[in-house]
């Protein structure tokens, strides 16, 4: 009993079975970075990517239309930033 992890607010850990302190083994700093990332890539994809489309549709200025695979791009690069969060090794 008393295995397992307990994680305090300064993110040591504590393992209760041999009661002793010592850091968490995953490095928390770059998959949120990554992942922040592509939350952003995905607002702006979205943005311009879907109003232009909107706007086109309602017959808005044609020049709308360079901006779509821009918001296209943008929606790549957050799906690709997922891809690499996910596919990294943790040390």
């Known amino acids: 009993m008393g295995h397992g992890c307990i994680l305090s607010a300064d993110t040591h850990c504590y393992d209760s079975?041999?009661?002793d302190e010592h850091q968490p083994t995953a490095s928390p700093a770059k998959k949120p970075r990554l992942l922040t990332t592509a939350a952003a890539s995905w607002l702006i994809g979205i943005i311009l990517f879907s109003s232009s489309l909107?706007?086109?549709s309602l017959g808005g200025p044609r020049w709308l239309?360079?901006?779509?695979?821009?918001?296209?791009?943008?929606?790549l690069i957050g799906w690709g930033c997922v891809l690499v969060s996910g596919l990294k090794k943790e040390n």
Do not use: Q
Request: no cysteine.
């Open 65 to 75: 239309g360079k901006i779509t695979p821009i918001g296209g791009l943008a929606l």
């Open 17 to 19: 079975s041999r009661g």
């Open 54 to 56: 909107y706007v086109l």
